[in-house]
């Protein structure tokens, strides 16, 4: 192995250590904290991508208060036509593909992206720190980063095939700009998503 390699290798190797351990050392909430999805339309529409904090505060408003006017009662002398009930929300699912892409920005961890098309997603942050991700249906590599030691980028490509032979497994990790990308099969997205979207207490 060349020296060169090794001046490579040993930081990245550093740098998985260091986030594995920041990674059980933070509050189960902050780590698991469901910061709503990702926008898909990025690359396509050539529209800026939402921030992680807008992202945040969209999905993290509150659903309005009931109200405490009671429901109109129908009288026993009408025969009007049978209640209509509210159905429920329908359950969030997943959406199927061979791969997914788990993001995290720093303490939001994005719900599991599906994989289905070639695109570039770009993923800009409110003081100006941006990676742009190209993505296949069974591959992510960050294409692009302005962070200063472009190590995310010589990091390579993570496939579904390669994924359980490289030094940082299925991750690529921009540790100045803080972002985590994970390349998930469907099992482990699903697991992932269902974590998410559990409801409390159950």
């Known amino acids: 192995m060349k020296k060169k390699d ?8 550093v740098l998985a250590a260091a986030l594995f351990v920041a990674s059980q050392v933070m509050p189960r909430e902050n780590k698991q904290a ?10 396509q529409t050539g529209t800026p991508a939402p921030t992680a904090t807008a992202l945040a505060e969209v999905t993290s408003t509150p659903a309005p208060e ?16 049978p209640a209509v009930l509210a159905k429920p929300s329908p359950v969030p699912t997943l959406v199927p593909a061979k791969a997914y ?26 003081d100006g720190k941006q990676n742009v991700v190209r993505i296949t249906p069974e591959s992510i590599i ?7 030691n472009q190590d995310c980028v010589h990091q390579g490509m993570v496939s579904l095939e390669n994924r359980d032979k490289r030094v940082l497994q ?11 990308l994970e390349l998930l099969d469907p099992e482990e997205a699903q697991a992932d998503w269902e974590a998410a979207h559990e409801k409390p207490g159950a």
């Open 101 to 126: 892409l788990k993001v995290q920005i720093g303490y939001l961890v994005f719900e599991p992206l599906a994989l289905t098309e070639e695109r570039d997603l770009e993923l800009t942050q409110p």
């Open 34 to 43: 469901n910061a709503g999805a990702l926008a898909t339309s990025i690359a």
């Open 142 to 148: 960050m294409h692009s980063s302005n962070c200063d």
């Open 66 to 81: 009931a109200t405490d006017t009671p429901a109109p009662q129908a009288s026993p002398e009408t025969t009007a036509s």
């Open 6 to 13: 090794l001046k490579v290798i040993i930081p990245v190797i």
């Open 170 to 180: 299925s991750m690529i990790i921009c540790l100045p700009n803080q972002v985590v």
